[in-house]
């Protein structure tokens, strides 16, 4: 039973990583931008919600809807700042320019909000949900939940909404995207807004009743692996590739920790994830480009 608690709250925080790795990939999937500020967009994103419940005071009822509404109109900006004049660049730029992305949304969110801890709101129930000897956080149970219903949701408006056949249309050919009527900055800028307010509702998921600091910007970095994992075009992929690190991780957190008295388990998507990459790069739900010379 203690092995089966290990891999069903394994489970869950992979579903977590699932979530978050889904803004890598809607992102990825419309812009062929690999953005590696998604945690600092989960942070930006948690501040303001942390913004809007603590320090204005607001119900979570206004206050939640109003952070996604915030999230939105940041993607617009990202996109408008920074990508819409790279359309057509290398994918070399792109990634310099979300690099440097990160280091910015930092800075800001030091002279904004400054660097002491603060204590995220609670919007999700705290207290563990209990069936029979099985004990599992409730707030990830809820997210996992809801991450499964948005990668159906992802997956139907990608494969099957016109619009979204779009946006991948447009990602793997802009030029002819353009040429054929096609606007490429609309395309981009809904991505950027979708990535945005997927990672609000990471935020809060993740941070719920926790302490909201820099450093929770991290879990971005341990959600790449998952995206890599699955293959950066893959949604329902993201449900597997984080169910099987989520485990991973808790079951090396629980049985090889305490031996070498160290924290083996941190380091295990990453392990995983240069494992893939040399297996197969792609990912395992990936899509491989066959080019004619």
Do not use: C, K, N
């Given at each position: 039973m203690e092995f089966l608690n290990y891999v069903l709250n394994g489970v869950l925080v992979g579903q977590l990583y699932a979530l978050l790795a889904l803004g890598f990939v809607v992102i990825y999937r419309a812009s062929k931008v690999f953005n590696f500020a998604q945690g600092?967009?989960?942070?930006?994103?948690?501040?303001?919600?942390?913004?809007?419940?603590?320090?204005?005071?607001?119900?979570?009822?206004?206050?939640?809807?109003?952070?996604?509404?915030?999230?939105?109109?940041?993607?617009?900006?990202?996109?408008?700042?920074?990508?819409?004049?790279?359309?057509?660049?290398?994918?070399f730029s792109m990634v310099m320019v979300t690099i440097g992305l990160v280091i910015l949304i930092r800075g800001l969110v030091l002279v904004i909000w400054g660097g002491m801890d603060r204590q995220f709101p609670v919007l999700l129930p705290t207290a563990p949900l209990i069936v029979g000897e099985l004990i599992l956080p409730t707030a990830l149970t809820i997210g996992a939940a809801m991450t499964v219903v948005l990668a159906s949701a992802l997956w139907w408006f990608f494969n099957r909404s016109r619009f979204g056949l779009t946006l991948t249309a447009v990602a793997e050919d802009p030029a002819t995207a353009i040429s054929m009527g096609v606007s490429v900055k609309r395309a981009t800028t809904l991505a950027w807004m979708m990535g945005a307010a997927i990672s609000t509702l990471g935020a809060i998921v993740y941070l719920n009743g926790r302490s909201?600091?820099?450093?929770?910007?991290?879990?971005?970095?341990?959600?790449?692996?998952?995206?890599?994992?699955?293959g950066l075009e893959s949604i329902f992929g993201l449900l597997l590739?984080?169910?099987?690190?989520?485990?991973?991780?808790?079951?090396?957190?629980?049985?090889?920790?305490?031996?070498?008295?160290?924290?083996?388990?941190?380091?295990?998507?990453?392990?995983?994830?240069?494992?893939?990459?040399?297996?197969?790069?792609?990912?395992?739900?990936g899509w491989r480009t066959i080019e004619r010379v």
């Open positions: 600092e967009l989960m942070l930006v994103g948690a501040f303001t919600v942390w913004t809007l419940v603590m320090a204005s005071g607001l119900p979570a009822a206004a206050a939640v809807p109003l952070a996604f509404v915030a999230a939105l109109l940041y993607g617009i900006v990202i996109e408008r700042l920074f990508f819409s004049r790279l359309i057509g660049e290398s994918v909201l600091t820099l450093v929770s910007a991290e879990i971005g970095l341990a959600a790449l692996p998952v995206a890599l994992f699955a590739a984080g169910a099987v690190m989520g485990v991973l991780q808790a079951l090396v957190g629980a049985y090889v920790d305490p031996l070498i008295g160290g924290s083996a388990s941190s380091i295990v998507p990453y392990v995983f994830m240069l494992f893939m990459l040399f297996v197969r790069p792609t990912g395992l739900f």
